[in-house]
């Protein structure tokens, strides 16, 4: 079962584009936004990443950090965010372990593919408690990036117009 709104988010660890570990210890005192997406390169992975790409200034200015999760190895996310342009941390799930915390394997996505995972979107506060969980049925449908964003306003107590 995916992880709920209210729950303690779980700790993770996993390295970034730049082979650099990342915790979620390293958010403690902002908000995080957690996309996880099935793999990178593909048409629905790409179209979210860039949105959030072209709507980081707007998550920064709530003191919210954005943060892409996927089971690709390091060198494919570097080439991804080289490609699109991605102006934030991009963190290699390879093992599946975070996936796994989070309750969002799927099994069976395209190809034969198994094990990537579900796309999903999360908003954890500065304490790390989970005040927004979606977690998408269907590969093919995005985040609703309207109540990602009213969820991270209510985090920093902000109504953006």
Sequence with gaps: MPIQVGEKAPNFTLYNTQKKPISLADFKGSTLVLHFFPQAFTGVCTQQMCTMRDDLAYYNDLNAKVVGISV??????????????????????????????????????????????????????????????????????????????????????????
């Design 72 to 161: 690709d190895s390091v060198f494919t996310l570097a080439k991804f965010k080289e490609f699109e342009s991605i102006n934030f941390d991009l963190l290699s799930d390879f093992n599946k372990t975070v996936i796994a915390d989070y309750g969002i394997v799927l099994e069976e996505f395209v190809f034969g593919m198994k094990g990537v995972s579900r796309r999903a979107a999360f908003v954890i506060d500065a304490e790390g408690v989970v005040r927004y969980a979606e977690v998408l049925a269907s590969a093919g449908d995005l985040p609703n990036f309207d109540a990602l964003r009213a969820a991270v306003e209510t985090c920093n107590g902000t109504i953006m117009a």
